[in-house]
């Protein structure tokens, strides 16, 4: 199993601007994995984020929008950036600690765009 | 692309009741997974399933993989209040890749 904080919980933010998204493990992961969880919706993976290298974004998400970090082992950030009312979700960060692909998610930031 | 469709979308029943949701994939998926989310909590991982066929037990909830292993269920028995949530499968593919989401299977118990 891991522990994985994330912060902010919540925040509220107006049209236009960018928020960062922090996500910090009690352990050390190949991959970070970043989802997405509009208003009563099933999680949409945003990208797969690994150290040393660039993310990996899927389909409908590019890194304009949401820029990724990933500095070290047990710490990756996700920002939503120019955001707009659609960008309201749950964003959650997630990993595999064991590599049985079985994953663990972070409590979640949930984002409101006004 | 691959999709992992999920039904019943809502279920409300009393405490006691069994509850069932299902879980099907467009194409045959190397293993299954079932998350539970509580109300304004996150995915919690309960249970991996990968041959063909497997039925997997916890407590009141069985788990099963359909023999095609484009199908699972999630089975629980008496249900309680605090199996309240949404019940998530996620699939991947035989050629390896992300995990697919299902839409969820929202669980009410009225006491």
């Known amino acids: 199993s891991a522990v994985i904080s994330q912060k902010p919980s919540r925040d509220i933010c107006q049209r236009g601007t960018s928020l960062t998204i922090q996500c910090q493990v009690d352990s050390q992961v190949t991959m970070m994995f970043w989802y997405r969880q509009q208003p009563g919706q099933s999680l949409t993976l945003i990208a797969t984020?690994?150290?040393?290298?660039?993310?990996?974004?899927e389909s409908g998400f590019v890194i304009d929008k949401f820029p990724i970090s990933r500095p070290n082992l047990t710490f990756s950030t996700l920002t939503v950036s120019n955001m707009s009312p659609e960008d309201s979700s749950i964003y959650l960060c997630s990993v595999d600690p064991g590599g049985r692909g079985e994953l663990f998610f972070g409590e979640g930031s949930r984002l409101t765009v006004l | 692309g691959q999709q992992v469709m999920q039904i019943p979308q809502y279920q409300h029943v009393q405490e006691g009741e069994d509850f069932t949701t299902y879980c099907n994939s467009s194409?045959?998926?190397?293993?299954i997974q079932w998350y539970k989310q509580r109300p304004g909590g996150h995915p919690v991982f309960l249970i991996q399933l990968v041959k063909s066929g497997e039925v997997k037990k916890q407590k009141r909830l069985t788990f099963q993989f359909g023999e095609a292993k484009k199908n699972s269920s999630l089975h629980i028995t008496a249900t309680q209040t605090t199996d309240v949530g949404t019940y998530f499968c996620a699939g991947r593919g035989n050629q390896g890749g992300k995990l697919i989401f299902g839409q969820g299977t929202e669980l009410s118990v009225k006491p």
């Open positions: 984020a690994n150290q040393g290298s660039e993310a990996t974004y």
């Open positions: 194409t045959t998926l190397s293993n």
